[in-house]
């Protein structure tokens, strides 16, 4: 698993100058230079071309080190590959030219990933895609740890994803267990927590992430779904059954309070027996008129 390494390198603010201040120097040079040329010309002194020379220099020096920033845009300095320091603050500015600038966004980003086949902690093949919402932090971490921070994240995103669905089952779990499909917030919580320890090293924060597919394998979907089905039948027959016996319960003891009829053990049973038949079938009842008695 990926983790902060101890020889990892730490983000720290760079040494530039503003670029307005800068600019009034470059225009500076650039009137000394003119005024060397004309005086070399007028005058023909060493001097003035000594001048307009070392202007000129100064002049092409401080034009090479404006750099301009975006908001949320950062820009790593290196001096011979060496960091020496990130620079965060927006608009136009200014460092040594022989600097090396890399620019790095720090807005935030949407990831989709693609669509695994995996099997869940049931042994179950499903299919799993999710989104993360992600920004740099660190810049020098994301620039000089790791490879390419954006092709980590893709990785990273895919281990943690394989490694979250082997922890649940997709759905009909023991022992009030939580599932991929019924505690979503739950699951996309810790496929959070899971993908921030692997990205910490990129210097990348990971501020939400979401389930955006997820679905049996096609090779088990329908019998997952008769079983669904199934399930569904049973539920609910227990619940007409549950109905009715409360039905039949509450007929038999207002009947025997109200000294509506007197029944034996044998009446009792019959008439059970056909208001369960009549509640739990699924069928309208035909009514049948009863004009003998059950002992003849």
Known sequence: MASTSLNSTQERRANSAAGGLMLLILFLTLAAAAWGLFDLIATNSPASGVIMAAAFLAFILIASGFFTLQPNE?????????????????????VLPWYRRRKISLRVRNVTGQTLKVNDKRGNPIEIAAVIVWRVTDTARALFDVEAYQTFIDIQMETALRELASHFAYDHAEAEEPTLRANADAVAQMLRDKLQERVAVAGVTIDETKLSHLAYAPEIAGAMLRRQQAEAVIAARTLIVEGAVSMVENALQQLSARDIVKLDDERRAAMVSNLLVVLCADRDAQPVVNAGTIYQ
Do not use: I, Q, S
């Not at 950062?74 to 200014?94: H, I, M, S, V």
């Open 74 to 94: 950062a820009a790593a300095l290196t001096l011979f590959d060496n960091y020496k320091g990130t620079e965060r603050t927006t608009g136009l500015r200014w």
